[in-house]
């Protein structure tokens, strides 16, 4: 009788399951359509730093002024640290002011991103920055192809030549992310230093894949196992029990 309920029960969880679509993954944004949605300065300290309601792309957007010697970026808030998909993108509309010079950055560097997480620091680089918005989009591996490579820190510079991380650091490090960074640092220029120049970044419109998380058809899936396994323990009881004709 046990083992009738739980087959019935098996049934009704499989229709379900069929009739569920799969698990997928996702992706952490921020559009800044009302406010900088938690990112913050990192190794910067611009006063100024903060949300912009209109010229994004569109609309709402943060903009950061260099501020520091080092390194200056943006750092995404806690959401962007959820387990990252391995082969995914990290992606975000960027562009940069020189009010100087507003059609030549003298050394202007490229747009740089780096990721933190389980003891490692790893830091890849897009073309330089424009005038105008561009779309700039990292893939989450750890080919040659796809740039990231390893560093001690966020103060280093990038190097092609600086060791690529092994699939199994890239996998470990997109699982347990500790910090995401953008640069907002493009030209020699600070408030810092006597360079006379703005080195002023916006960005819109940041994107992180995610990883898929379960979804009731695969807690169901799962269900279905346990069954299989109930009703299998339980024939194997009964064909244990029974008396040889
Ligand atoms: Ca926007
Ligand atoms: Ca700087
Ligand atoms: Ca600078």
């Not at 944004?29 to 010229?55: K, L, P, Y």
């Not at 390194?71 to 962007?80: E, N, T």
Request: proline share 5%; charged share 15%.
């Amino acid at each position: 009788m046990r083992s009738l309920r739980v087959s019935h029960a098996c049934a009704v969880m499989f229709s379900v399951a069929i009739a569920t679509s799969c698990a997928q993954a996702g992706f952490v944004t921020s559009t800044f359509d009302t406010d900088a949605d938690g990112w913050m300065v990192f190794q910067n300290t611009d006063a100024q730093f903060g949300w912009i309601a209109n010229g994004g792309n569109p609309d709402g957007h943060i903009g950061a002024t260099d501020n520091t010697a080092d390194w200056a970026y943006v750092m995404a808030p806690s959401k962007f640290l959820a387990p990252a998909e391995y082969n995914g993108t990290f992606s975000f509309d960027l562009r940069h002011d020189n009010l100087q010079q507003p059609d030549f950055f003298p050394g202007i560097f490229n747009v740089r991103v780096g990721l933190q997480g389980s003891g490692f620091t790893l830091i890849n680089e897009a073309g330089p920055p424009t005038l105008s918005w561009v779309n700039y989009s990292f893939t989450l591996n750890e080919t040659s192809l796809a740039g990231w490579r390893k560093f001690s820190n966020l103060s280093q510079n990038y190097s092609p030549l600086a060791p690529q991380a092994t699939q199994a650091e890239m996998q470990l490090v997109l699982a347990s992310l500790t910090r995401v960074v953008i640069a907002t640092d493009y030209t020699l220029a600070s408030t810092d230093s006597n360079v006379p120049q703005i080195d002023r970044t916006y960005i819109d419109n940041v994107r992180l894949s995610t990883q898929a998380v379960p979804e009731p058809s695969s807690i169901i899936l799962l269900g279905i196992g346990t069954c299989i396994s109930v009703i299998g323990a339980a024939r194997r009881r009964r064909n244990d029990g029974a008396t040889p004709a």
